[in-house]
């Protein structure tokens, strides 16, 4: 069913929910209290310059990370809504180490995690940032949900998205029947229908890549790089680069423009040899929503990011992901150097 420009995301909710006969709405419930809450940040994020919400929150998280008051402040107003919202059974967040429990009496069907601010080192700078979320299916038995409801493969996943703080606050989402963005018109509270079967153009325009650590990449990233630094004859360079440091920010202009973003292993980061984005709530949502518009996420090793079985709540994972095109190609110098 074609979409209309300026409906309402409760209204393509619902829509979409009349496309599974079998559906209870509980879906569609859990995605609404979502937005309720992205609504709440995004008035934060908005004033954070004004109220005294900027800077440091004092906290180190289990990422071993300094906690932005912002990170807090969305943490906790996703966990306070959604652990009462009734259509979940557990929670896992960015921010919080062990899995979290819904209140007693209220454990749903799905289970969520999330990472409440991606792009938190650009908080204080108004550079864009954005909430990650992802939706699986419980498949424990009993009243609480478990950590097993979490660690599901990405390709089981109900539901993913992302919301990005920026210019305006924009909503992209999937349930498995293509990507829809709408746009939060402030001034009535509601998100509408912006960007309608969002599709990532075959052929990148960007490209996405942290370069100062250069030095520290291995051989078929840095082969990787330089090939699409070179000069086509015929084109001239087809690609500029675009790296904002926050992941939701790089990854939704690449979806609308195309591109290809690249988080890969590297000998700078010791601690964290899978590198540092995490899969959960970060690689495996994104990978859906990339394949539902047309594109591709693998590993540096060629591995489908929605195949990886996760093993713990913030396992790292090195991310390429965006234009189909690009992403191929990278496939072959990453699989080339393995052989
Ligand atoms: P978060 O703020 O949720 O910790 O995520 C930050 C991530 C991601 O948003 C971004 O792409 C990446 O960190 C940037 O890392 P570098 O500063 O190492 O490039
Ligand atoms: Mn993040
Ligand atoms: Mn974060």
Redesign the pocket.
């Known amino acids: 069913m074609a979409k209309r420009k300026g409906i309402t995301v409760s209204r393509q909710i619902m829509d979409s929910q009349l496309l599974h006969p079998g559906a209870t709405g509980e879906l569609t419930g859990l995605l609404n209290e979502l937005i309720v809450a992205a609504k709440i940040i995004s008035a934060e994020v908005n004033m954070a310059g004004l109220a005294d919400i900027l800077g440091q929150s004092g906290k180190v998280n289990i990422q071993g990370?300094d906690v932005q008051k912002l990170d807090e402040f969305a943490n906790q107003t996703i966990k306070r809504r959604m652990e009462q919202c009734g259509y979940i059974c557990v929670m896992a967040s960015?921010e919080e180490e062990g899995i979290i429990p819904v209140l007693e009496g209220y454990e749903g069907k799905y289970s969520l995690a999330f990472?409440p601010?991606?792009?938190?080192?650009n908080i204080d700078v108004n550079v864009s940032i954005g909430t990650i979320f992802s939706i699986h299916r419980r498949v424990s038995s009993g009243k609480q949900g478990s950590a097993e409801d979490l660690l599901q493969k990405g390709s089981r996943q109900v539901a993913a998205g992302y919301i990005i703080y920026g210019s305006s606050t924009v909503l992209v989402y999937t349930t498995g029947d293509g990507v829809h963005g709408f746009t939060l018109d402030p001034s009535v509270g509601e998100f509408f229908l912006s960007h309608p079967d969002i599709r990532i153009p075959e052929q990148a325009k960007y490209y996405s890549v942290?370069e100062s650590y250069t030095n520290y990449w291995y051989e078929p990233t840095r082969k990787f790089i330089n090939y699409l630094k070179e000069v086509d004859p015929d084109s001239g360079r087809p690609y500029s680069l675009r790296y904002i440091?926050?992941?939701?920010a790089?990854f939704h202009r690449n979806l609308i423009k195309g591109g290809i973003f690249l988080?890969a292993r590297d000998r700078k980061s010791t601690d964290k040899p899978e590198g540092?984005?995490r899969l959960l709530y970060e690689a495996a949502p994104l990978a859906m929503v990339v394949e539902q518009a047309g594109g591709r996420a693998i590993t540096d090793d060629g591995r489908r990011i929605l195949d990886i079985e996760p093993r713990e709540l913030h396992q790292r994972v090195p991310l390429i992901i965006g234009s189909k095109k690009e992403v191929d190609l990278a496939e072959q110098f990453f699989t080339a150097s393995a052989k």
Not at 117 to 121: A, C, Q, R, T
Not at 245 to 248: D, E, H, K, P, W
């Open positions: 990370e960015e990472d601010l991606d792009g938190s080192s942290n440091g926050s992941l939701v790089d988080y540092k984005l």
